[in-house]
């Protein structure tokens, strides 16, 4: 079975600091995903990587940054934590033609 | 602009009956629609997916209908359980499904008991 962990499932940070929300997938996927979650918006897109030090803007990419340095691990920074950052994170993966495997979020928040 | 309209925003259902969920979207690039079940507190889960060359796809009590030339799609769940009680999401993907996946806004399903 596909496993995407991700670092917390429940993190606190104040307004200002940086942020690192990590995510590792255990079956050698080229594909992985960040979407952050909110009630009445469903998933939107941060970032996405189709290959190691590779990464594309999605939908909502400004106020993050992404790093893949290993195929298997792609991070998430908030570079200046902001209190309309906080919600739920979802990272995700894939491989080509196949479905994509959620991790369980992290549910952040900014105060 | 949105491009995977998802309705409704919540729909409660009594047990045995039927939840039918429905998704529009505008790209005639998308050829690849998953359906995504979410519980409380764990990521989203793929049911059910459909690509355009079939007009419907069942699995147990769920069913995907899929019109291209409405380009609308949806979700039906026969025989309704206390346990479907969840948070339903459409997604449309390109290229059979390896690129980004697009997400509806989702929809809220309780089953009474």
């Known amino acids: 079975d596909v496993k995407v962990t991700q670092s917390s499932r429940y993190l606190v940070k104040r307004t200002g600091e940086k942020v690192f929300l990590e995510c590792v997938q255990d079956?050698?996927?080229?594909?992985m995903f960040w979407y952050r979650q909110d009630p009445g918006l469903g998933l939107r897109l941060i970032y996405f990587?189709?290959?190691?030090?590779?990464?594309e803007k999605g939908d909502i990419p400004e106020g993050y940054s992404v790093s893949r340095e290993k195929k298997e691990r792609f991070s998430l920074i908030l570079e200046s934590a902001s209190t309309n950052q906080t919600s739920m994170y979802l990272c995700?993966?894939?491989?080509?033609?196949?479905?994509?495997?959620f991790g369980p979020g992290t549910r952040l928040t900014v105060t | 602009q949105q491009q995977v309209k998802q309705s409704p925003q919540s729909l409660i259902v009594q047990k045995g009956g039927i939840s039918i969920i429905n998704c529009a979207y505008e790209?005639?690039?998308?050829?690849?629609f998953p359906w995504y079940q979410q519980f409380p507190g764990k990521g989203p889960a793929l049911l059910i997916a459909?690509?355009?060359?079939?007009s419907e796809k069942k699995e147990g009590r769920f069913t995907i209908s899929f019109n291209k030339s409405a380009k609308q799609f949806s979700l039906h769940i026969m025989d309704s359980q206390p346990g479907d009680s969840a948070t339903y999401f459409c997604?449309?993907?390109?290229?059979?499904?390896?690129?980004?996946?697009?997400f509806g806004k989702g929809t809220k399903l309780t089953v009474n008991p």
């Open positions: 997604a449309a993907s390109k290229a059979g499904g390896s690129e980004k996946l697009v």
């Open positions: 459909i690509r355009p060359d079939v």
């Open positions: 790209n005639t690039a998308f050829d690849y």
């Open positions: 079956m050698d996927h080229e594909n």
């Open positions: 990587s189709y290959d190691v030090k590779m990464k």
């Open positions: 995700a993966s894939n491989i080509l033609g196949q479905p994509f495997h």
